[in-house]
Structures are given as C-alpha cells and as structure tokens.
C-alpha cells in the first residue's frame, strides 16, 4: 500500500483549508468568521449569521435587508412539490422525507443549476428560503394536516413555527421568548467545521455534483445517532430512565460498565475535550423556556443530574466527556411542542448556511480535487477462480 497513511475516522487528517470556522477544542472556543458564537448568540439574528457564514463578513443594514428580501420572494414551493410529499406514508420520519425534498428541489429550478456565480447564488437563496418549508411539509403530512402556504409578512423564524404548527382556518399566536430561542439555536448550529455532514457535502461536491445533490447526501449524513440524531436519541434515553424506574447512577454505572453497548447520549466530541460552548448557551436557554412552556421539567431534571453525576466521574473526565450541542436541545424542541422525530430536522435547518458556505468554498478553490481516501486492504491475497462443480 505504499505511504499511504491509516488514520480511521480522519481522526488526525485535514481535508481542506477553510475560512469558515474556527474550533479550539481544548479551550472550548467556536467563532464563526472570526466571531464568537457567545456574541452571535446574543446579538445575531439566524439570516445575519447564515450571510456571515456563507460570503465571510457581517452584512451592512442594506444588504441584510436585500438578503432577507431574496430569501422572502422564494419560501413558497412549486405546487407540484407539494404534491411530491403526499407520496411518503403518515408517520413518515421528516428526515429522509427533508433530504428527498432538498434533493427533489434540483428538479424543480427553472433555471440551470450549473457552477456559473449566478447558478450558485440563486441556488443558495432557494435552499435557505425553501428549507423551512420542506421541513414543516414533511411533519404536516407526517400527521396528516394541511400545508400552509408561506407567510412573508413573518421573520423567517416565525414563518417556520407557523408551518409547523399552525392551521389555514386560524390566526397564530407567536411567544416573542419562544421565536428568539428557535432562533438562538439555529445560530449555535450553523456551522461546525468538518463534521460528518459537511464532509460528506464537500466530498459528493468534489466529484462535481450540484448543491442540491451535495446537501441531500449531508442531510442524510446528519440523520445518524453519532451525529445531529443524538438529539432524537438523547431524549429517548431520558425517557427510557424514567420509565424503567433506575436512578441516574445506575444508568451511569451501566454506561460505564460497556455491556449493554450504551452511551451516554450527548456527550463526549471527536474535537470539544471541554464544554461545548453550544451546550453551555443552551442549558440556558432551556431553563427558560421550560419555565415558560410546560416542557418536560422531569426530563430536564434527570439531564441536569446526569450532567453533575458524569463531570464528577473519573470514566467520564478521564476521556474529557462533556455535554455537546445535543444534550439540552431536544428539551427545549420538546417544550415548543416539536416531537422528537422534528429534532435532528431543526438541526438541518441550523446546519443549511455551513453546508452551503462549505461547498462554495469547495467549489471556489482552485486547488480543490476530487475526494478520494486510500485504504489498507485487508481481504485475501490472489487466488484462483474455481469452478461451480469444484466448491
Ligand atoms: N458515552 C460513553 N462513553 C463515551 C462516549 C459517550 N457518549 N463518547 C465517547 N466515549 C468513550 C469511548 O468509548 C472511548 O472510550 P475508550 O477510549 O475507553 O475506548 C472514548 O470515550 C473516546 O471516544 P471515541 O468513541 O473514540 O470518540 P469519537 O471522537 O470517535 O466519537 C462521538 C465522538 C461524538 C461520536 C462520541 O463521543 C459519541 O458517540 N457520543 C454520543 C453521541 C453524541 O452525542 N453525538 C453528538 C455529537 S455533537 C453534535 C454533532 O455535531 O453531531
């Protein structure tokens, strides 16, 4: 195999230079452009980062205004893309239905979807406006209610949680601390670097793929239990405690024991050997919004006691096992009324400007080639065919 290298998981191998985003795993430290995420997340608003992120400097009042304009005149779909979702069964998981959906909307561009700059600023505009409408698509069909057409006098957070929970007949009642929040978290989700998802977007993009394409496979990506499904899988953990009765310690003791093959859901980070600096702004925010929505207080308190029983258990500290951006999410999702299958769906639509940032920088580099890892091959040496008749 030569000097090729085995580094499972890329543990230790860049894959890229990139402008985007800045991980100081030890210390704790994510900036976006520069940026801390502690001042986006009290400053910024969800479309101001997703500009931030994607053309590299904060927008100026008129240029904030012009994108958000953009990004209104596009959120309705192709009726014909509505009809698209009446073709996954109820129940459907939102997911897979978001990543069929993203993918579909290649097909549904008038125009060329080709590499030219306009092609690929249109394409950006299409996405972040249309995400929040495939995502509130794919949970209304999934209980059977009807779609709502967009509503462009709302914010782009408002217009989503309208989607999702509204209906055509009635008037919605929005909660000020409920939009920020929902807000809050899609700025804290933005972007993060090399991770799976934005890995497998650069990785489809660099054979040449279009976004539509690269994004679809990032979203499919994210859905695993590893990666944006923690969230789904954290409160199904919490859940699992309190129905089968057992104390934090032992469920902790269990994790620790590795028999049952259990982990403990949000926590620990292939880069973060310290507090997740998302984790830390969440737990605030859950605290919050609990207090103001009658949330899962039960669930909430086995977290915040699985967190203390973990930080001072040497399996856990030893292995710099802190709590991740998924920890408290799926809390507070679960308190503004999202079922958990919505979560990992929230966290795509968070995640949409660094997939698209992270394929144009792609896609802008005159370096960039076709991803390719190596392998060491493990299998038989030659060896002869042998006939039917003979095995
Ligand atoms: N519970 C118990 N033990 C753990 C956990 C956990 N959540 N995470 C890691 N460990 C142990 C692991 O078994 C290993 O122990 P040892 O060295 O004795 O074999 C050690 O800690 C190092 O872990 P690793 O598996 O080598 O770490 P990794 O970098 O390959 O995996 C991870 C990172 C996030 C996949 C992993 O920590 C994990 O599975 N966590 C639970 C799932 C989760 O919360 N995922 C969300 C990640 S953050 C959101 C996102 O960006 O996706």
């Known amino acids: 195999t030569g000097n090729v290298t085995y580094d499972m998981g890329f543990a230790n191998t860049a894959s890229c230079q990139s402008a985007i985003t800045y991980i100081d795993g030890e210390k704790g430290v994510l900036r976006y452009r520069g940026y801390p995420i502690e001042q986006l997340a009290d400053k910024s608003t969800f479309l101001e980062t997703a500009y931030l992120v994607i053309y590299g400097e904060l927008p100026r009042p008129a240029e904030l205004a012009d994108f ?16 698209f979702f009446e073709t996954f069964p109820r129940g459907s998981h939102p997911m897979p239905v978001l990543a069929a959906g993203v993918q579909a909307l290649g097909t549904f561009s008038t125009t060329s979807i080709g590499d030219d700059p306009q092609s690929i600023e249109k394409a950006t505009e299409r996405l972040i406006a249309k995400m929040p409408t495939l995502a509130a698509y794919g949970y209304k069909n999934s209980r059977g209610e009807p779609f709502l057409y967009p509503d462009n006098a709302l914010s782009y ?49 660099s054979s040449g793929a279009n976004i539509y394409a690269s994004i679809s496979a990032g979203i499919n990506a994210l859905s695993g239990p590893l990666h944006g499904g923690a969230n789904q899988a954290v409160l199904e953990m919490l859940e699992a405690i309190k129905a089968s009765g057992i104390s934090v310690k032992e469920y902790v003791q269990q994790v620790k024991d590795r028999n049952a093959g259990i982990k403990l859901m949000g926590f620990g980070h292939r880069i973060y050997k310290n507090y997740d600096p998302r984790a830390a702004i969440i737990k605030q925010h859950a605290d919050r919004v609990l207090a103001l929505k009658s949330g899962r207080r039960d669930l909430l308190d086995i977290a915040q006691e699985l967190e203390q029983a973990a930080l001072a258990d040497d399996y856990f500290t030893e292995r710099k096992l802190y709590p991740n951006v998924d920890f408290y999410s799926g809390l507070i999702y679960e308190a503004m009324g999202f079922p958990k299958e919505m979560f990992t769906v929230l966290f795509a639509i968070g995640r949409l400007p660094g997939w698209i940032a992270q394929w144009r920088e792609q896609r802008a580099d005159p370096n960039s080639r076709i991803g390719r890892p190596r392998q060491v091959y493990t299998g038989v040496p030659e060896r002869d065919y042998v006939p039917m008749d003979d095995r």
């Open 68 to 83: 958000e304009e953009r990004i209104k005149r596009k959120t309705i779909i192709d009726e014909g893309m509505r009809k």
């Open 157 to 205: 957070v408002q217009n989503f949680e309208r989607m999702s929970f509204g209906y055509p007949t009635e008037p919605y009642h929005f909660e000020p601390e409920i939009t920020r929040a929902l807000d809050v978290l899609l700025i804290l989700h933005a972007d993060h670097e090399q991770n799976c998802s934005s890995s497998t977007v650069r990785l489809v993009g």
